[in-house]
């Protein structure tokens, strides 16, 4: 019924924390652990294999002789997973309430016009403890439900991965979609899916979301992605385009924003000539009419002045 997509790399001080959370799981359906190890320099690997070895029944260990990196090992994860739903769970977060999995498919098999479902949680530090987070306190006050495309579009993720819950056929994946979708975070599997479906949030809290050094949004990796958001942006500006999607009927408003984005992808340095061509191919269905493009341009013009006037030196004595 759930596959449950596990990265990990270097935790060897939390895996054993996250794979229990899974384990005991309260269900009366089957689910499956899938564990992407991404070969640890530390004891991760051996860890697993004991896991593996005592729930055989659950846990399947994916073999890995090279660091694949974060995308590419989510999306390895991905495509082996078998089940109806998809979870998420990294290896340095836990799971608190042991019927998360139980209650979250239940949402999603009486609502079918709902495809992912995902919940609120706990912010923990390095060892343990709770604490209070600024990033997790935004992400609370931001939730929205129902149709959350545009919401997530405006850069604003406010899904914790390790809450969430959807359906595989939304999201499908095979060991092609390794080296094709190389640019791939949660926002992008968020954008994916709600612009086929509908978003929920259960109002409770499921899961510990572990504040450290070593989590995967504070790697420089994460934090280095030009390249990386523009393919995502790109990828999803083209599948919305492309369809089908729940957005039958676009109000002005969302023309205009997505006029906007195609345009920033056209004059952003990333990307080549061919995607460019294809993003000018995009644009009239979206366009926002004269008066609309001239509200653009001098939005444009009003960011920028700002920082131009801060970048010129200064000749006072």
């Known amino acids: 019924m759930v596959s449950i997509c596990m990265a990990t790399y270097n935790h060897e001080k939390f ?5 229990e959370s899974v384990v005991t799981q309260k269900t009366d359906f089957p689910f499956e652990l899938v564990i992407g190890e991404d070969c640890s320099k530390d004891s991760t690997r051996a860890i697993c294999e004991r896991y593996a ?38 290896g340095d977060d836990f799971w608190s309430d042991p019927y998360k999995l139980r209650d979250e498919v239940a949402f999603l098999e009486q609502h079918p016009e709902y495809g992912m479902v995902h919940t609120d949680v706990d912010a923990v530090s390095e060892t343990g403890e709770m604490i209070e987070s600024e990033e997790v306190n935004h992400r609370r006050e931001n939730y929205e439900d129902g149709r959350a495309f545009f919401t997530l579009l405006g850069s604003y993720n406010f ?3 390790c809450t969430a819950m959807f ?10 979609s390794v080296e094709q979708y190389w640019f791939s975070y949660d926002l992008w599997y968020w954008l994916r899916i709600s612009m086929r479906s509908k978003v929920h949030r ?22 280095k992605g030009q390249k990386r958001n523009y393919y995502v942006l790109f990828d999803v500006l083209k599948n919305f385009y492309d369809g089908p999607t729940i957005y039958e009927d676009l109000t002005a408003g969302e023309k205009r924003f997505l006029f906007q984005k195609l345009i920033s992808l056209v004059y952003r340095r990333q990307g080549n000539l061919e995607l460019k061509l294809q993003v000018l191919r995009m644009m009239p269905r979206y366009f926002p009419g004269l ?19 801060h970048s010129k030196p200064s000749h006072s004595s």
């Open 167 to 176: 359906r595989h056929d939304l999201l499908h994946m095979t060991d092609n």
């Open 291 to 309: 008066g609309g493009l001239a509200d653009i341009l001098l939005s444009k013009i009003g960011r920028a002045l700002p920082k131009q006037a």
């Open 202 to 223: 259960l109002n409770k809290r499921t899961a510990c979301y572990r504040m450290h050094q070593g989590g995967i949004t504070n790697t420089a990796q994460f934090k």
């Open 15 to 19: 895996i054993g924390k996250a794979i």
């Open 53 to 90: 070895a005592k729930h055989p029944e659950i846990v399947r260990l994916l073999p890995s002789d090279q660091n694949w990196g974060m995308s590419k090992n989510g999306i390895r994860i991905m495509s082996h997973c078998r089940g109806k739903y998809i979870a998420i769970l990294d």
């Open 159 to 161: 899904i914790n991965s």
